[in-house]
């Protein structure tokens, strides 16, 4: 999870699926930390650097989501465990491009209940979980 110095989320609109927003996700490479492999996510996903972000928590254990059944597949699999982190974006909007990274087609600050309306159902758990644990640092 990124948020910017008022509290905003960073949500991403995927380019796959219009109107269907979500955060920075990923998958660790082989023998990758967590950590390690969030912060390539999000330069891979969005083109924000490292030194664009402050680490200011994370979730204390792994979170899980269940694919729907029609949208498993060989390469997504039954669903996902993930590692969260909060960052605070200290850097220039300017800087933020999801376009190359071809799975977003645009972002935008939110308001964490906004883009916790715009996610897929089976994702919305999961984020009810991130806001209760880093509900002080939201808008």
């Given at each position: 999870m990124i948020i910017n110095d008022k509290g905003l989320v960073l949500g991403l609109e995927r380019a796959d699926i219009p109107g269907s927003w979500q955060m920075v996700q990923g998958g660790l490479?082989?023998?990758?930390e967590p950590l390690t492999a969030v912060l390539r996510e999000?330069?891979?996903?969005t083109a924000i650097r490292d030194s664009d972000l402050e680490l200011i928590d994370s979730y204390p254990e792994p979170l899980v989501y269940?694919?729907?059944?029609?949208?498993?597949?060989?390469m997504t699999g039954r669903g996902?465990?993930?590692?969260?982190?909060?960052?605070?974006?200290?850097?220039?909007?300017?800087?933020?491009?999801?376009?190359?990274?071809?799975?977003?087609?645009?972002?935008?600050?939110?308001?964490?209940h906004i883009l916790l309306a715009e996610v897929v159902d089976f994702r919305k758990p999961l984020y009810r979980k991130l806001a209760v644990r880093f509900q002080q640092y939201l808008a």
């Amino acid at each position: 999870m990124i948020i910017n110095d008022k509290g905003l989320v960073l949500g991403l609109e995927r380019a796959d699926i219009p109107g269907s927003w979500q955060m920075v996700q990923g998958g660790l490479d082989c023998f990758e930390e967590p950590l390690t492999a969030v912060l390539r996510e999000i330069t891979e996903e969005t083109a924000i650097r490292d030194s664009d972000l402050e680490l200011i928590d994370s979730y204390p254990e792994p979170l899980v989501y269940e694919l729907p059944a029609k949208a498993r597949s060989k390469m997504t699999g039954r669903g996902q465990v993930q590692f969260w982190y909060l960052f605070k974006f200290i850097g220039n909007d300017q800087l933020i491009d999801v376009i190359n990274g071809g799975e977003f087609r645009t972002w935008k600050w939110l308001d964490f209940h906004i883009l916790l309306a715009e996610v897929v159902d089976f994702r919305k758990p999961l984020y009810r979980k991130l806001a209760v644990r880093f509900q002080q640092y939201l808008a």
